[in-house]
T-cell receptor, first 118, second 110 residues
Framework: GAVVSQHPSRVICKSGTSVKIECRSL??????MFWYRQFPKQSLMLMAT?????????EQGVEKDKFLINHASLTLSTLTVTSAHPEDSSFYIC??????????????FGQGTRLTVV | GEDVEQSLFLSVREGDSSVINCTYT??????LYWYKQEPGAGLQLLTY?????DMKQDQRLTVLLNKKDKHLSLRIADTQTGDSAIYFC??????????FGPGTRLSVLP
């Protein structure tokens, strides 16, 4: 149990276009989902925390108009990178928590999305 | 703010034990975790320990926690080539506000 699926795993897009990344909790309800960005050989940087039905909370320095997060249901959160530029190229990872479940102290991670902007 | 530190690299020979160390600063952390990341993949939770525990063992994995020194370690017994990956230490407050370390890249030599 506690599977998080992230899609797509890889995407290449042209500069100026927008890309949507999906994060789904497959067998539990995730009231809270997190979006991270990981630069090569570095740790995860928390970008934002999304709560189902409310606005996401962005970390300092993260542009909310550029990284649009929607958490419309208890099993799906999306991250849209708008007007992507080459510097947005990175590995994006989502994680989800099930606060009501027995494993409520764990965070379950998606497989990650490698975004390359050309 | 909270900070989690790890050494960045570790090399061991196949069959030896690996010990990956981590230090953290937030004394209010309630859970400490070890995650494994293989190339191009997401993070896989290996194990975690509650802050009132000193040790947790799960098959080849042993976690030791020294709460006084805010030091966490992960020991992998009989390290195999499939254990080569990046290992992240993380802390949280009751499953919220995760803070990750920079990751330790474990290389297992034949």
């Amino acid at each position: 149990g506690a599977v998080v699926s992230q899609h797509p795993s890889r995407v290449i897009c042209k500069s100026g276009t927008s890309v949507k990344i999906e994060c789904r909790s497959l067998d539990f309800q995730a009231t809270t989902m997190f979006w991270y960005r990981q630069f090569p050989k570095q740790s995860l940087m928390l970008m934002a925390t999304s709560n189902e039905g409310s606005k996401a909370t962005y970390e300092q320095g993260v542009e909310k108009d550029k990284f649009l997060i929607n958490h419309a249901s208890l099993t799906l959160s999306t991250l849209t990178v708008t007007s992507a530029h080459p510097e947005d190229s990175s590995f994006y990872i989502c994680s989800a928590r099930d606060p009501a479940g027995v494993r409520n102290t764990e965070a379950f991670f998606g497989q990650g999305t490698r975004l390359t902007v050309v | 703010g909270e900070d989690v530190e790890q050494s960045l690299f570790l090399s061991v020979r196949e069959g030896d034990s690996s010990v990956i160390n981590c230090t953290y600063t937030d004394s209010s952390s309630t859970y400490l975790y070890w995650y494994k990341q293989e190339p191009g993949a997401g993070l896989q939770l290996l194990t975690y320990i509650f802050s009132n525990m000193d040790m947790k063992q799960d098959q080849r994995l042993t976690v030791l926690l020294n709460k006084k020194d805010k030091h966490l370690s992960l020991r992998i017994a009989d390290t195999q080539t499939g254990d080569s990956a990046i290992y992240f230490c993380a802390e949280s407050l009751y499953g919220q506000n995760f803070v990750f370390g920079p990751g330790t890249r474990l290389s297992v030599l034949p």
